[in-house]
């Protein structure tokens, strides 16, 4: 035989005998894994089953991996436990839930949890300046915020943003009706005029300072007061700047993108059902009808209205002052909403404003944001707990907000 066949047979033999030992090596790596998983899986059960058998025995335990549950706002037991939960980050600045040192309780049972509920409201940097407020705390502000909020209630565009301004584009004048046209005749060309409102968004900031004694005091209903008082706060900033903004370096309000002067009285500062028949006339009917319309005064001026004379020996408040069926206060049908930065009529300046709420376009960002600081305040033995929000408005067309004014 030929040696370089001689050569080839055995390379050929080899090669095999060296892939048939690989295959063999493989296999045996296989069942060495298959048999890895098996004891694993194993493991992981044996694991479980002691885990659960610890937290059946102890619910505590539970709580030292997890935070409270968000719970439906308006729910009692879940409000005092999305409280409670607040109050001990109040105090400790600790994210974990205080049920885990056996304190926080709703009812006769534990608190129940589970994992990931504390989350920042909005995006927010935790590194200037401590922990974002946990997301059922917030849900509680707005439950007891929007009530008070006029942008929250008269049916303005709320919009989010994460930018620093919101551009709409708008019609700049009233369109043209179709035109009758002849037979071949040529199409009615009338160009349409746009604008555009450029909405800037602007920070607003509060800080509330808590005694070391007071945060420590569990009979005194520090969380009630605190979600109380950032509500407050939070829509007399809103409502504030929804009817008093002037558009320079602030959100613009009502009185300032409204039509002025709509109806000026003739009478000083006495404002006379005629005037207010008149003011309601001067919004345009599509705007009377719509379900954002309504009207903004101080609320001296509402009780102005009710004691007004008519020639039947009814006032005027009787025949065209009421509220409905869920307490809302109406003029000729229309809700009315009060605002004490609002000029009274002895200012003799804009005193009343009727319009379409809708046509104002609130926009904010990030929404409530809340942050704790123990040690800015801590030689004064206090706490700061420092919220911030940012928001801006502006009217859409002036033209849905007309104004009175009574005149010297």
């Known amino acids: 035989m030929d040696k370089e066949v001689i050569n ?4 050929n033999a080899a090669a095999t005998k060296a892939l048939e030992v690989f295959e063999a090596r493989q296999a045996e790596v296989a069942a060495k894994a298959a048999e890895a998983a098996v004891a694993h899986a194993a493991l992981k059960e044996e694991v479980r089953a002691e885990v659960k058998k610890e ?11 997890t935070v409270p549950k968000l719970t439906k706002p308006g729910d009692a037991d879940g409000e005092d436990a999305q409280t409670k939960a607040f109050m001990h980050w109040c105090k400790t600045g600790d994210t974990r839930p205080a049920d885990h040192f056996g304190v926080q309780r709703v009812g006769d049972a534990p608190v129940e949890f589970t994992h990931g509920s504390y989350k920042a409201m909005q995006e927010g940097d935790a590194t200037e300046g401590g922990y974002l407020v946990p997301d059922d705390f917030h849900n509680k502000i707005i439950e007891r915020r929007d009530p008070m909020s006029i942008v929250r209630t008269s049916g303005c565009q709320i919009f989010q943003t994460s930018r620093d301004k919101i551009n709409f584009p708008i019609e700049n004048a009233a369109s043209a009706k179709f035109t009758l046209t002849a037979e071949e005749a040529a199409y009615n060309d ?4 746009l604008g555009e409102v450029a909405i800037s968004i602007y920070k607003f900031t509060r800080v509330t300072k808590v005694s070391e004694e007071l945060m420590a005091d569990q009979a005194a209903n520090l969380e009630s007061w605190l979600a109380g008082s950032f509500a407050r706060e939070s829509a007399m900033c809103e409502n504030y700047y929804l009817t008093m903004g002037t558009g320079s370096s602030q959100p613009e309000g009502i009185f300032a993108g409204g039509t002025s002067d709509a109806v000026t009285c003739t009478t000083g500062a006495a404002i006379s059902a005629a005037n207010v028949m008149s003011l309601y006339g001067a919004l345009k009917p599509e705007y009377r009808a719509s379900p954002a319309a309504g009207w903004a ?6 009780i102005l209205l009710r004691k007004l004379a008519s020639t039947s020996n009814w006032t005027f408040g009787d025949l065209y002052m009421t ?3 869920e307490g809302q ?16 009529t002895s200012d003799f300046t804009d005193v009343m404003i009727f319009g379409d709420f809708w046509y104002y376009a609130f926009v904010e960002s990030q929404g409530l944001v809340v942050t704790r600081n123990p040690y800015i305040y801590e030689p004064n033995g206090q706490v700061g707990l420092f919220a911030r929000k940012r ?9 849905a907000f007309q ?4 005149a010297e």
């Open 323 to 325: 509220i409905d069926s």
């Open 55 to 65: 937290m059946e025995a102890e619910p505590n335990f539970k709580a030292m991996f």
């Open 391 to 399: 928001f801006g408005g502006a009217v859409l067309q002036a033209e």
């Open 8 to 11: 080839e047979e055995l390379l």
């Open 329 to 344: 206060e109406k003029l000729i049908n229309k809700p009315y909403f009060t605002e004490a930065n609002i000029k009274q």
């Open 190 to 193: 009338t160009d349409r005029v």
């Open 297 to 302: 005064m101080h609320d001296a001026t509402s």
């Open 403 to 406: 104004i009175m004014k009574t």
